[in-house]
């Protein structure tokens, strides 16, 4: 293995740093050894960045039936490199809540018709986006990204979220959440959705995330288990609200509940924290009033 590390001493030569650094990048998978490199093919299908690990399976489809070739996408083939990387690097965990919403709908629902003619549709994501803040200023560990084994706490609040898009999966950052309003989040919402969907988000666009929220509300599914974003440490999945008879104390009566999803690195956060991130979250979708205490 020695021979695949770069020295940077004198005449070439190893020293113990760059042992260091070359053993941190294979972990953090940004670098390879010749038996891993030998173990995995190159390619979005390769997969297999551990020794030891099965090649990707060869199979001769055509033998079994007629099929089409497509490549990936370039949205496909980024985000699928990012994603695999995510998912074998960061130690995920995923809490599911939920949160009644029965009285921030009603109001949601009462401000896009007092405001019909302003042309902003104000969203459920947008509150999401909101309620987010408030929780990240009270838990701050899931503002943070990893540096090596400093924590790198932010002091912005800038909020990405899942797009959906022909081409694939993009994920547009409104910036400075903390300083903006329902309406205002709404609208950069709608207009950088828009963008995705034409293809002309920048890499301005994209990046200097805190937190996102990937929502899928408005097509459903109950729970699923979000990708974290790296290098930001949680992620906040959001199903389709439908109304279920919840207890009150004395009686069945018909609420709308949101299901929560909320995937995390259990290298930064531990459990206990993420349920009270979840807990807090949902406690401010009931009752949009506690994000002004
Ligand atoms: N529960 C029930 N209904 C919901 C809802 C929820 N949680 N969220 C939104 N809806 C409804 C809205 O009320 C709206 O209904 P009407 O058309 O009747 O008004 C409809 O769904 C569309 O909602 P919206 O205009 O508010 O859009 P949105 O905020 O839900 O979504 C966007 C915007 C960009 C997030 C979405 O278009 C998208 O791309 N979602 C997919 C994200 C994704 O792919 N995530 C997975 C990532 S992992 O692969």
Same mark, same amino acid.
Request: hydrophobic share 45%; with cysteine.
């Given at each position: 293995?020695?021979?695949?590390?770069?020295?940077?001493?004198? =005449?070439?030569? /190893?020293?113990?740093?760059?042992?260091?650094?070359?053993?941190?990048?294979?972990?953090?998978?940004?670098?390879?050894?010749?038996?891993?490199?030998?173990?995995?093919?190159? $390619?979005?299908?390769?997969?297999?960045?551990?020794?030891?690990?099965?090649?990707?399976?060869? @199979?001769?489809?055509?033998?079994?039936?007629? @099929?089409?070739?497509?490549?990936?996408?370039?949205?496909?083939?980024?985000?699928?490199?990012?994603?695999?990387?995510?998912?074998?690097?960061?130690?995920?965990?995923?809490?599911?809540?939920?949160?009644?919403?029965?009285?921030?709908?009603?109001?949601?629902?009462?401000?896009? =018709?007092?405001?019909?003619?302003?042309?902003?549709?104000?969203?459920?994501?947008?509150?999401? /986006?909101?309620?987010?803040?408030?929780?990240? =200023?009270?838990?701050?560990?899931?503002?943070?990204?990893?540096?090596?084994?400093?924590?790198?706490?932010?002091?912005?609040?800038? /909020?990405?979220?899942? !797009?959906?898009?022909?081409?694939?999966?993009?994920?547009?950052?409104?910036?400075?959440?903390? =300083?903006?309003?329902? %309406?205002?989040?709404?609208?950069?919402?709608?207009?950088?959705?828009?963008?995705?969907?034409?293809?002309?988000?920048?890499?301005?666009?994209?990046?200097?995330?805190?937190?996102?929220?990937?929502?899928?509300?408005?097509?459903?599914?109950?729970? %699923?288990?979000?990708? /974290?974003?790296?290098?930001?440490?949680?992620?906040?999945?959001?199903?389709?609200?439908?109304?279920?008879?919840?207890?009150? $104390?004395?009686?069945?009566?018909?609420?709308?509940?949101?299901?929560?999803?909320?995937?995390?690195?259990?290298?930064?956060?531990?459990? !206990?924290?993420?349920?009270?991130?979840?807990?807090?979250?949902?406690?401010?979708?009931?009752? %949009?009033?506690?994000?002004?205490?």
């Amino acid at each position: 293995m020695l021979e695949e590390v770069k020295g940077s001493g004198a =005449k070439g030569r /190893i020293t113990e740093s760059d042992v260091q650094s070359f053993v941190k990048a294979v972990m953090a998978g940004t670098a390879q050894t010749s038996a891993q490199k030998a173990a995995a093919p190159a $390619g979005a299908a390769g997969g297999g960045a551990f020794p030891g690990l099965l090649p990707w399976p060869k @199979v001769d489809f055509e033998k079994f039936g007629p @099929v089409e070739r497509k490549d990936l996408s370039r949205i496909k083939k980024i985000s699928g490199a990012n994603l695999h990387r995510n998912w074998v690097t960061i130690p995920h965990v995923t809490n599911h809540d939920d949160a009644d919403i029965t009285e921030l709908e009603a109001f949601r629902v009462q401000l896009n =018709k007092e405001n019909e003619k302003s042309g902003i549709k104000v969203t459920m994501l947008a509150f999401m /986006i909101k309620a987010t803040v408030a929780a990240l =200023k009270k838990f701050p560990e899931f503002n943070a990204s990893l540096d090596g084994d400093t924590l790198v706490l932010k002091n912005y609040f800038h /909020i990405g979220f899942a !797009a959906d898009t022909p081409n694939g999966l993009v994920v547009p950052v409104i910036r400075d959440c903390d =300083k903006k309003g329902i %309406f205002q989040i709404s609208q950069e919402m709608s207009e950088l959705a828009k963008k995705a969907r034409d293809g002309k988000l920048g890499p301005a666009d994209m990046t200097g995330g805190c937190f996102s929220i990937s929502s899928l509300g408005g097509i459903g599914g109950t729970y %699923f288990t979000p990708i /974290i974003n790296a290098p930001e440490v949680a992620i906040m999945g959001v199903c389709k609200s439908q109304t279920r008879p919840v207890w009150d $104390g004395k009686q069945f009566a018909p609420r709308l509940i949101l299901p929560l999803s909320l995937s995390w690195d259990h290298r930064v956060i531990d459990g !206990a924290a993420a349920a009270r991130f979840n807990v807090y979250f949902a406690s401010l979708l009931a009752d %949009f009033r506690r994000i002004a205490l």
